[in-house]
């Protein structure tokens, strides 16, 4: 009977069976196995599945546009008397002066737009935007809004000009002297 092959494994010398050991490893290779055949699957699928082309990118850099106030020009309101009660005093885009309420414009007097002038890319469209201000003597103020197109186009050599005019709000009873002061104009690209 020393011969005789057991049909059971011996035990290993920690008292566990060598079959058993092997069907654990067993089973995660299959199932190791088994998951990378269902993640290779995609990888492995017919050409007509997948497609790949490539795409086109442009940009286009313009020149910035830049704004110029017009060396020696200026809103000017005019030479104008005011009464206690005062008035308004109004100069149009192309210049012309008037007066309203108790403000008197001078004989003499002489109103004037303000002018700017725009360079930038050909034929491109523009916004224009301008804010009020105030003009003062040092001692005495006067605020004033203003009115200029809201849009223009550049020409084919890249330039346009503008003008501004304003409406002065005169309170009455302000001090005589020159009046001075500044606003602000921005123009941007559409």
Known sequence: MANR??????????????????G????????????????????????GDTSTAQGAATAEVVAPITLVHVNGASLNFGTFTTGDAGGTVTV????????????????????????????????????????GGSVTNGTDSMNFTTSAATAGTLDAAGAAAFSVGGTLSVAGG???GTYTGSYAVTVAYN
Not at 5 to 22: A, E, M, N
């Open 92 to 131: 149009d885009q192309a210049g012309v002066g008037t007066a309203a309420g108790e403000v008197t414009l001078l004989g003499g007097s002489v109103e004037a737009a303000d002018a700017f002038t725009v360079a930038g890319d050909a034929n491109r469209a523009f916004t224009i935007a301008t804010a």
């Open 5 to 22: 092959v057991s049909r059971w494994p011996l035990k290993t010398r920690f008292g566990r069976d060598q079959r058993i050991r092997r």
């Open 24 to 47: 654990i490893t067993l089973k995660k290779l299959i199932v190791l196995a088994a998951t990378a055949a269902f993640i290779a699957t995609p990888a492995a699928a017919a050409p």
């Open 174 to 176: 302000e001090s005589a």
